[in-house]
DNA sequence: CGCGGAGTTGATGATCTTCAAACATGGTGG
DNA sequence: CCACCATGTTTGAAGATCATCAACTCCGCG
């Protein structure tokens, strides 16, 4: 049997924006795992769409704590901004390539009133439907829903692979799902226990989701 | 001493759809105190904006539990979805006046590709942006940092009054922190104890905020 | 191989929830 | 106009979940 899994095959970009992307490209870029692709507060000079990697996006509070608001995968857009400051720091979660397009580009296009104007609601609409259902998550649901509806939103940006690779740590997850990493990682050692997921061979960062019907309905 | 309240004087209506919603307003209508008026996976017909009274929309967990997304006071447009079903309940928390507006109609607006795409664009950004720092708030602050980041984001938003007169009870409050009601209320006998904060006369919905830089050094 | 980052697991503890009871508030009708 | 009642709020005690602290193991990589 053949096994499908995600990194492989590059997939097709599909991004909202991705007209006025290919138009307006400007270059491609790499950032190395860890490194700073824009800060919070920077002003915002350049739109991207990742090509291959992975980035987090993420607040800060003074004292540390940290909230990943979205994990972006291959052919996602991120860094777009109406305002005149980014309101998330962006980091490369693993090398990352990216196409960069400038924003001031995306802008005009929308203020000469092509169909750039639906395609950006339709792109912010889409960031804040993810946000609304990621309170839901963060305000009502217990750590083992977290973690699952998790992996089941993965499971679904894969598109269904095999074998998921999962390119953030469990510190990232944690950061992500408003948890600590011991908690996720219990979460996953239980659903691991009562067979509704496998880690492939050695690795903790490869899974396999085996009952996604049983996933599904933990995930309240 | 004259004492300004939030209830009196009726605020100026400054939604970023204003324009559109005055040129293309239908008729005004009522809702009782806590009745529905529309409901989550609903297809959305109208378009709101708060004349009086307030309105709290949410998304439940199948097994009751619920998140309020926002509350919506007086001049507050909401409602609005591109796509064609509502992501929320929407109910009156007291009786509420509300001037209604045919979604199309908007639609139509921003395809003719007037002022009306951009505003949607920043009203659409604005709501996403409350929503990131809710997330933030929701994943990593402790329940004092979340009453009090309430108390100021309501204190905001009624332009800093003398007495805020809070149109939602303390279950509202909790389900729109993440917390219980409880947890709430001890917040609340918190700040009120350290002279943050004092309850107006009786009422416990009215309420003064004392010191306010020492209320903002809490909300991290 | 061995080193260091990442992950798991266990023990303990803090915060928040749950359960419970008492009290306050504001609207209603006698 | 005031007593009454439903609803809302506070407070306390006990319990659950998740966080913290700690030790150990695993894995990937040089």
Redesign the pocket.
């Known amino acids: 049997m053949l096994v499908r899994i995600n990194t492989a095959p590059r997939m097709p970009i599909d991004g909202q924006l991705a007209a006025l992307a290919s138009e307006r490209m400007l270059s491609e870029f790499r950032y190395r795992r860890g490194s700073e692709i824009f800060g919070e507060r920077e002003e915002p000079e350049y739109v991207y769409q990742i090509v291959s990697g992975a980035v987090r996006t993420y607040k800060l509070l003074p004292d540390g704590r940290r909230q990943i608001n979205a994990f972006h995968l291959v052919g996602d857009m991120f860094g777009f901004e109406n305002e005149t400051t980014h309101r998330f720091t962006a980091e490369a979660i693993v090398e990352t390539h990216v196409h960069l397009m400038r924003r001031t580009s995306i802008l005009e296009a929308v203020r000469n009133g092509g169909a750039g104007a639906k395609d950006l609601i339709k792109f912010v609409t889409q960031n804040l439907q993810h946000a609304e259902s990621h309170m839901l998550l963060l305000g009502r649901k217990?750590?083992?829903e977290r973690v699952t509806a998790f992996l089941l939103e993965m499971d679904e940006r894969l598109q269904h692979p095999d074998v998921m690779i999962l390119p953030m740590?469990?510190?990232d997850i944690a950061d992500y799902l408003?948890?600590?990493?011991?908690?996720v990682?219990?979460a996953?050692?239980i659903l691991r226990d009562e067979g509704l997921l496998r880690f492939d061979g050695?690795?903790?960062?490869r899974l396999e989701l085996v009952d996604r019907g049983a996933l599904a309905k933990i995930d309240a």
């Open positions: 217990t750590s083992l740590n469990r510190r408003g948890l600590t990493l011991e908690t990682s219990r996953l050692s050695n690795s903790q960062r």
